[in-house]
């Protein structure tokens, strides 16, 4: 199982960015698939997560309205879209795969399989 996060950058505030999630190596409607990031010093954060099996979406508090999750099935791929980008967002972005409850979809240990990071920096 591998996954292939790309589209990190550099880009000033109120800009915006697309990452990308590419798998390989496993069926992607059998995994839910959900970005997280971590800035130095501090915890690791469920930014959105997308229930494959579902449809559902979920987003941190913290973005919700200017991030948006999405999957495209053809391509094996699942995208964040991030909008209205502010400072407080640089940091390294991660996407994983795994099989979370619920309760516990937004929550990095619920996540068996992460690809590398793909660094994001909002800057002026």
């Known amino acids: 199982v591998q996954l292939q996060a790309s589209g990190g950058g550099l880009v000033q505030p109120g800009g915006s960015l697309r990452l990308s999630c590419a798998r390989s190596?496993?069926?992607?409607?059998?995994?839910?698939i959900g970005w997280f990031r971590q800035a130095p010093g501090k915890a690791r954060e469920g930014v959105s997560c997308?229930?494959?099996?579902?449809?559902?979406?979920y987003y941190a508090d913290s973005v919700k309205g200017r991030f948006t999750i999405s999957r495209d099935s053809a391509e094996n791929t699942v995208y964040l879209q991030m909008n209205s980008l502010k400072p407080e967002d640089t940091t390294v972005y991660y996407c994983?795969?795994?099989?979370?409850?619920?309760?516990?979809?937004?929550?990095?240990?619920?996540?068996?399989?992460w690809g590398q990071g793909t660094q994001v920096t909002v800057s002026s």
């Open positions: 190596g496993f069926v992607y409607d059998d995994y839910d």
């Open positions: 994983a795969a795994g099989r979370p409850i619920t309760s516990a979809i937004m929550r990095g240990e619920s996540y068996a399989y």
């Open positions: 997308i229930s494959v099996r579902s449809g559902a979406t």
